[in-house]
Structure formats: structure tokens, C-alpha cells
């Protein structure tokens, strides 16, 4: 174990969410020799819920989420206004409470420092309430960062789980529920049975503008329980989100080549353009750190992955714009329900943003589900960069 001081170590990683303490789980697993600092304001992991399919992680790397895990099922459903589907495929869930316990056992005591940043160099921190903390490396991990030189629309939330007296009598996932009203987008309801009285139930929807309704969308989850005649007895916890679902931009402008601080996870830009999924790639780069970070040029190394990353998303980039330029927003549901018609495997691959060239070809043949001229004029205007 690496000697410790308070105003030095070897990896200082700002930023406690899903990439930030992923890694420093995995530093802690792989590299325990080396002194490792995890900065975060507020409780390690937040109020989420993270899901993830069996596909999304290679065998090699599920060692890192396994003890994480707090649901698992072995198929997931998908329901629209005229398709319905159940998919064997397996689906977990993690809490931020359950990576908050495994960061605070992997790391040594004093090494979790619960303080915001407020300035981030290469080589060290600035804390808010005074301090400087040195490091061989910083690790940028704190989440988007600067988005107004992307083009972007929006995926946001709402997610309550409810204590449902009787019974709420789902068995499985339903991923999206899409026979719900369509408001503000495409909107969709997606349900997880964490037991037999708790369901967690998130409001959710691809919207052209990043504003966040909590009460009013509070309101419609107490319509759809309504509707499902479940006997609301207790909400137990709450998340909200607005993630960004990138249609084009300049990732030499996201993360100038000049920035030589090292980043992960979405403030790198590594995240699924289209569903702003970030947890598969976040377990990739927690998975290559301990060999990355024996590198004198990590931040170029981290650089350079998010630059591939980059490149990698152009697909599921010109989806998005097929979704918000080429679909009125009341009938971008029509995009999902013709995809969840498609073949598992591809749906597997998509979401884990390793599709194929088969995949790619097999999403956009045929009559596509919106205008054919708006989709003609869409795929003109998209940036392929």
C-alpha cells in the first residue's frame, strides 16, 4: 500500500457519479500500490439508479459491477401503441448507495475527500472551503461539462419508487411503456419491480428543450399509478435528470487538445449519443486504468479514447437527428416502436453502442417510420464529422 500524505498522491479523481467511482474501484482492485483520492461534495454515487444489460458488459469486465449489483432479472418488456414485445435478455440494477458502500470499503480512510472543486488542474485541486491537494494525475470525472457548442436534444426524467400497497403485480422490466400520452416528445414510462410492493417508475422523455418540470411530471406518475390501480401507500426515493442526446458538435471544441487534464466518463464525451447511456463505457475506462495510468502521457491516452469514442457515436449521432429533425414530436414514438420489431442481438448491440455494419444497414433500410422527405432533408443537413 502506497505511503499517504494529505496534500499529495498519485491519482486524484474529481467527481464521485458512475465514472468517477468506478474508477476508483478499479485503481483500488488493480493498482493498490498507488495513493488514490476520490473528490466529491456530496454522498459518492448520488440518488440513482443505474441499469445496464447483460450484453452491454464483456465477461472480462463484470467483475467490477457483480458486487454492485441490487436487481437482476432475465427479460425485459417493451409496449407501444401497436407492438408489444418481452425479450430474453438479462437486466440488473445498481444503486448509488451500493457504489457509495463499495468505494468507501475499497478506499483507505481519509481518502474520500467531501469537498467541491473549484478549480481543476493537470497536476492538482483547488477545494472550496481552501486546500490544495497535489497529484501525479487529476482525473476530470465530475460530468458534462460545457455543452453549448453541441447541437443536442434532450432525454429527462423524473424516477420515484413507490410503495404500492397489494401489489403492484409487475414481474419483469418494462423498459418502455410507450402507450402512455404523448407529451413534450416522445415520451415513455419505465418500470423496474424492485419486490412485490416497491416499483420504481420513471417519466421520461426525448424533448427538443433541456427544461425540467419536476411537479407536473410528479403529478403524471400519480396519474399512470392511478391507471394501473395501484394503492400508493409511500414514496421512498426520487431522481431526476436531463441528459443531453448529442445530434452534432466538435469534440476538439468539447475537449480542446490545449486541456491536458485528464477526463472520463461524459465530461470526455463517452456516453451513447442517442440515449445519453454512459455505464458501459464507464466500466471500459475504469477497466483500462490500471494499465493507462503507469503512463507518463495519461491525459493524451485519455484524450485519445474519448476521441475514438467520438468518432464511434457518429451513428447513433445521425439517429438522433433522424429523431428530433425528421420526427414530429408526437410521433417520434413511431422511431422506437419499428426498432423493437428488430432482432434481439441488434437491439443488444445497439444499446451497448457496438453496432455493426449489418446492424446499421438493417436500422435504416426500408420505409423509415417518419416523412421521407424530412428524413431525406435531415440526413443533408447532418454533420458526419
Request: charged share 25%; with cysteine; glycine share 10%.
Amino acid at each position: 500500500m502506497a505511503v499517504r500524505n494529505s496534500d499529495f498522491c498519485d491519482i486524484a479523481i474529481v467527481g464521485g457519479g458512475l465514472a468517477g467511482g468506478l474508477a476508483a474501484l478499479a485503481l483500488a482492485a488493480k493498482r493498490p500500490d498507488l495513493d488514490v483520492r476520490l473528490v466529491e461534495p456530496g454522498p459518492v454515487g448520488g440518488n440513482h439508479v443505474w441499469s445496464f444489460f447483460d450484453s452491454d458488459i464483456e465477461k472480462r469486465d463484470r467483475w467490477l459491477v457483480a458486487p454492485l449489483v441490487r436487481y437482476h432479472w432475465d427479460r425485459y418488456d417493451v409496449a407501444f401503441p401497436a407492438h408489444g414485445r418481452t425479450l430474453r435478455m438479462g437486466y440488473k440494477s445498481i444503486t448509488g448507495e451500493a457504489l457509495a458502500e463499495a468505494v468507501a470499503a475499497a478506499l483507505p480512510a481519509g481518502c474520500i475527500i467531501a469537498d467541491k472543486a473549484k478549480h481543476v488542474a493537470p497536476d492538482h485541486v483547488l477545494f472550496a472551503r481552501g486546500g490544495r491537494l497535489s497529484a501525479k494525475h487529476v482525473i476530470d470525472a465530475r460530468g458534462a461539462g460545457k455543452l453549448s457548442d453541441l447541437d443536442c436534444g434532450w432525454q429527462k426524467f423524473v424516477g420515484q419508487a413507490l410503495t404500492v400497497e397489494g401489489g403492484h403485480g409487475i414481474e419483469r422490466p418494462l423498459v418502455m411503456d410507450a402507450t402512455v400520452d404523448q407529451i413534450d416528445g416522445y415520451r415513455f414510462v419505465y418500470l423496474l419491480p424492485f419486490d412485490a410492493e416497491t416499483v420504481f417508475v420513471e417519466d421520461t422523455y426525448y424533448s427538443d428543450a433541456p427544461d425540467l418540470d419536476v411537479a407536473t411530471v410528479r403529478e403524471r406518475i400519480a396519474s399512470y399509478a392511478a391507471r394501473r390501480q395501484w394503492n400508493v401507500t409511500a414514496t421512498t426515493r426520487e431522481e431526476t435528470g436531463v441528459l443531453p442526446v448529442v445530434i452534432a458538435g466538435d469534440f476538439d471544441r468539447l475537449w480542446p487538445e490545449s486541456d491536458r487534464t485528464g477526463r472520463i466518463g461524459v465530461r470526455a464525451g463517452v456516453f451513447h449519443a442517442l440515449t445519453g447511456y454512459s455505464l458501459p463505457d464507464a466500466v471500459r475506462t475504469a477497466a483500462a486504468l490500471s494499465d493507462l495510468v503507469g503512463s507518463p502521457e495519461l491525459p493524451e491516452r485519455l484524450r485519445e479514447r474519448g476521441a475514438a469514442s467520438w468518432r464511434r457515436q457518429r451513428f447513433y449521432r445521425m439517429l438522433g437527428a433522424m429523431l428530433f429533425r425528421a420526427a414530429a414530436p408526437a410521433e417520434r414514438y413511431r422511431i422506437f416502436e419499428r426498432f423493437y420489431r428488430l432482432s434481439p442481438g441488434l437491439i443488444a448491440r445497439f444499446y451497448a453502442g457496438r453496432s455493426r455494419a449489418a446492424d446499421k444497414l438493417r436500422v435504416l433500410s426500408g420505409k423509415p417510420p417518419v416523412a421521407v422527405g424530412r428524413a431525406l432533408a435531415a440526413l443533408r443537413s447532418f454533420d458526419w464529422k
